[in-house]
């Protein structure tokens, strides 16, 4: 193929494709000369080569998977309101970890006072028995230490730093020993104890593999939330011992080495049991969501038995600790939306909330007020503001939602990033010093920083961010949310908008799912777009459906009912069939008008020669089948990867259209995110139109991105278009626009799977404007896709992405041909499934496996069509 530019570019020589995809193409050096024409025959396969990673996750020490689940429903995170409570020996006070500090709270009178302060996040604390001491967690450093705070001085003292995440540390009855959850010995959670003076550490738990096919949890067991019995003989623990799914059940175990778990409670919790023994010995506190959406408290007794509700309501009641006198349990709970601390009467009922607005912090604190305004009418907007110290601890006001990022670059910051959403104007106390103020609107509007010096006086920052590239016609939308999935906040429709507004976003699927055996925002389903909606944005309730086995998929645009089970291939329920399989699932996503795509689909190339691997992903079958309606290209998962097996479908003739999402949490406070940070724009005019924006979805008028906004055209015609072409020698004109809020190394023009020319030569930049006269041999589809080599902020992802979805030009002599090794690469894919389906054990009856054999033989047939 030949092409023209209007820059002056000259390629290096060709690097073998299986280094371009994440290494990058051949770079074009500039010459002299003004317009080249430039052969460029690249050959190879397929295959990323791996990136150099700098952005890491979390507290990535722990070795357990799914770090975004056990992070926010087990590990402490900030919040402003209060996040744990611990109560002082007299009853009349407790010690709350709220906005990364500790502080002592009156239960009557209210008020709070600061305890700690940084430069790291202070979380769950437990006074000891003789009031003048407190036990906590304290994130700093990438670990999570325990640390010691002397109530009279203040003082604070390290009582164990070993380069873990050290949590929920407990005193003894006696004061003598110290229980808690740690991942020291094997980077997973067991339980340890530790003498005051940090001396002696024991760890009381084994290590154990239980051979079970466990998909969200580390087949090695974990043990947590550990809690001593009033007279320090015994410890409560919860572990999924001998369970498939969720976090496990209730057991009791003597508190030494090694001692024998005696099962007490079988019940599932997601993380979030928190046991607390009754001062009687009689009774256990705990939280659990029992055939319920919302955490609520539950009692049992300490021998067992039925449990019995303490609290209800459609909103989460956690973390609950008894009273030193045995009549009242202190709890958070999320019913007004943020985090809040109540104090409930056993028996009795009486509720109370404890009133945390009056605050006294441990130092000087400044004022300061922050106003984002549209550039055009003035007025305050909507956005979303990152606040930080000199420390690096982030900074938000008391009635927001602090959010935190799931990762970050260690060369950069010492903590990850944390973010509020505000409607114009925030108003917030920061420390003294260096402060620094970052406000952004979405990817269509320049992110500015203000460097502030806070001493005394009041602070005032006033941003008003620029447009960066006009797209009339456009309107962006996130495929991929879950509005609340059993994080620390409760989410509403109002919220969400919000989140919406502040991130540039018109359309958010909030696609409903289960959590273990829960689906919290089910209530929300109608089959039409939300009440809270606007001519200008639509929140629309659809569903994720997900599987163990054929890979996630969304159902947009449903109708009449959501699918139910909205799960399959869970090993040891009821639902371990693998039926119905995702065709299945396709076709009753249809027949509701809805479209089927499929959801952060590869974390790394599949090599369906490396049997030693499982590959039971369905796309290839449902693609050949015609069930695909869009693909996430830019998601959860490794972008690069994810789009080598998308260009391989679409180099054997599948036109599948490009969608994004985020896979966000919206009441996580440790979240991927925020929503919007996966995005597809998609051009179906304006006004907005549910119907509109899926035909136009599905129409491939789009493009998909986490920074990047792209703008391409083939001889004036756009993304998703197809170009007949009758000129004999196949020259083309292409139009690419490419504008960032971060700089990008790569503006890369894409062939039939192969990259063909990088625009960007020279420096990173954040623009881009250029014509090429393309010559094209045969039949082809084209499509221009941005990338950085490494973490961008305030890009929150892995690296900043973006990619359009193909125009066709199709040649009239000169048609598509398949590839004959993308269509090998499948049936080597499709025979990997039909072996692996035909040897499952799960299957419900003979005529379930022979209907989805026959799909998958089905589908085979269809790629062998196109040798």
Not at 330 to 347: D, F, K, Q, R
Not at 370 to 393: C, H, K, Q
Not at 558 to 585: C, F, I, K, Q
Not at 682 to 699: E, F, H, N, T
């Amino acid at each position: 193929m030949q092409y023209t530019t209007t820059t002056h570019l000259i390629p290096e020589p060709p690097v073998p494709l299986r280094a371009q995809f994440l290494c990058g193409p051949p770079r074009l050096r500039a010459s002299a000369v003004k317009h080249v024409a430039v052969a460029t025959l690249l050959a190879g396969t397929l295959v990323p080569a791996p990136m150099v990673a700098q952005r890491r996750a979390v507290l990535d020490q722990v070795k357990v998977p799914h770090n975004y689940y056990y992070r926010e429903m087990f590990l402490p995170q900030v919040t402003s309101g209060p996040s744990a409570a611990a109560w002082l020996p007299d009853g009349k006070g407790l010690v709350v970890a709220m906005q990364g500090s500790l502080w002592r709270v009156s239960v009557e009178g209210g008020g709070a006072e600061e305890l700690t302060s940084g430069p790291g996040y202070a979380y769950q604390s437990d006074v000891a028995p003789d009031g003048r001491r407190v036990v906590f967690s304290y994130y700093v450093d990438d670990q999570v230490e325990l640390r010691t705070l002397d109530l009279e001085t203040l003082a604070s003292t390290t009582l164990l730093r070993n380069g873990a995440v050290n949590v929920e540390p407990r005193w003894s009855p006696d004061g003598a020993r110290i229980a808690f959850t740690s991942t020291v010995a094997t980077g997973r959670f067991h339980l340890f104890t530790v003498t005051p003076d940090g001396k002696t550490v024991t760890q009381l738990t084994e290590e154990h593999d239980s051979g079970l096919p466990r998909y969200y949890y580390s087949r090695f067991d974990h043990y947590l939330h550990p809690t001593w019995s009033p007279d320090g003989r015994e410890l409560l623990v919860v572990s999924n011992r001998g369970k498939i799914w969720g976090a496990g059940g209730l057991f009791r175990m003597e508190a030494r080495a090694g001692a024998e778990l005696r099962p007490l409670l079988d019940e599932e919790t997601t993380w979030r049991m928190r046991p607390d023994w009754a001062p009687d010995g009689t009774r256990i506190a705990y939280a659990s969501y029992l055939g319920r959406q919302w955490h609520q408290l539950w009692l049992t007794t300490a021998a067992g038995g039925d449990p019995l509700q303490l609290t209800y309501g459609d909103f989460d009641v956690v973390n609950p600790r008894w009273s030193p006198d045995g009549r009242r349990v202190a709890y958070i709970s999320n019913e007004t939306g943020n985090t809040s601390l109540w104090v409930v009467t056993v028996p009795g009922g009486a509720r109370a909330r404890v009133d945390l607005s009056r605050r006294t912090w441990r130092g000087p604190m400044v004022p300061l007020t922050v106003t984002v305004l549209d550039a055009v009418t003035g007025r305050p907007v909507p956005a979303r503001l990152t606040i930080t110290g000199a420390d690096g601890r982030g900074f938000a006001p008391d009635d927001a939602w602090r959010h935190a990022d799931d990762g970050f670059d260690r060369r950069v910051r010492p903590f990850e990033v944390t973010y509020f959403h505000t409607t114009g104007t925030s108003r917030l106390l920061v420390p003294r010093g260096q402060v620094t103020v970052t406000a952004s609107r979405g990817l269509q509007y320049e992110v500015l920083t203000r460097e502030l010096q806070a001493t005394s006086a009041p602070l005032t920052v006033t941003v008003r961010p620029a447009r960066l590239l006009p797209l009339p016609g456009w309107t962006a939308g996130d495929l991929h949310v879950h509005m609340n999935y059993g994080g620390h906040y409760r989410a509403t429709p109002a919220t969400l908008a919000l989140q919406a507004r502040a991130e540039g976003l018109s359309v958010v699927e909030n696609l409903i799912v289960n959590k273990e055996d829960r689906m919290p925002d089910v209530a929300y389903f109608t089959g039409a777009p939300d009440p809270v909606s606007t001519p200008d944005l639509l929140i629309l309730h659809d569903q994720e459906f997900h599987t163990s086995y054929w890979g996630h998929t969304g159902a947009l645009g449903l109708t009449r009912h959501l699918l139910l089970p909205g799960y399959t291939a869970y090993a040891g329920t009821p639902v371990a069939s693998l039926y119905p399989d995702n065709a299945t699932v396709a076709a009753q996503v249809h027949a509701q008008g809805g479209l089927f795509g499929y959801v952060h689909p590869f974390d790394e190339l599949p090599n369906p020669a490396d049997t030693t691997v499982a590959l039971t992903n369905a796309l290839p079958v449902d693609a050949a089948l015609g069930l695909v309606d869009y693909y996430e290209a830019v998601g959860f998962d490794d972008h690069l990867a994810t789009n080598a097996v998308w260009y391989r479908l679409l180099n054997c003739g599948f036109r599948i259209p490009a969608g994004a999402g985020t896979d966000a949490m919206t009441n996580f406070a440790s979240l991927r995110g925020p929503v919007g940070m996966n995005r597809v724009y998609v051009q179906s005019g304006l006004p907005l139109d549910r119907a509109r924006w899926y035909a136009a979805l599905k129409a491939g008028k789009t493009f998909a991105t986490n920074g990047p906004l792209l703008q391409f055209s083939v001889n004036g015609q756009g993304i998703g278009s197809v170009v007949p072409l009758y000129a004999e020698d196949g020259r083309v004109t292409a139009r690419v626009t490419m504008r960032s809020v971060v700089p990008v190394d790569h503006v890369e023009l894409v062939r039939n799977g192969e990259v063909v020319a990088d625009l960007v030569h020279g420096a990173p930049r954040t623009s881009l404007d250029t014509t090429l006269t393309l010559t094209l041999p045969a039949s082809s589809w084209l499509l221009v896709r941005a990338r950085a080599d490494e973490a961008r902020e305030p890009v929150l992802d892995t690296y900043p992405f973006g990619t359009t979805s193909p125009i066709y030009v199709e040649l009239a002599k000169r048609p598509f041909v398949p590839r004959r090794e993308d269509v090998d690469f499948f049936l080597a894919w499709i025979a990997r499934l039909d072996r692996a389906a035909a040897a499952h054990p799960g299957w419900n009856t003979p005529a379930e496996k022979r209907e989805v054999l026959g799909r998958i033989a089905e589908a085979r047939a269809v790629f062998e069509g196109r040798l």
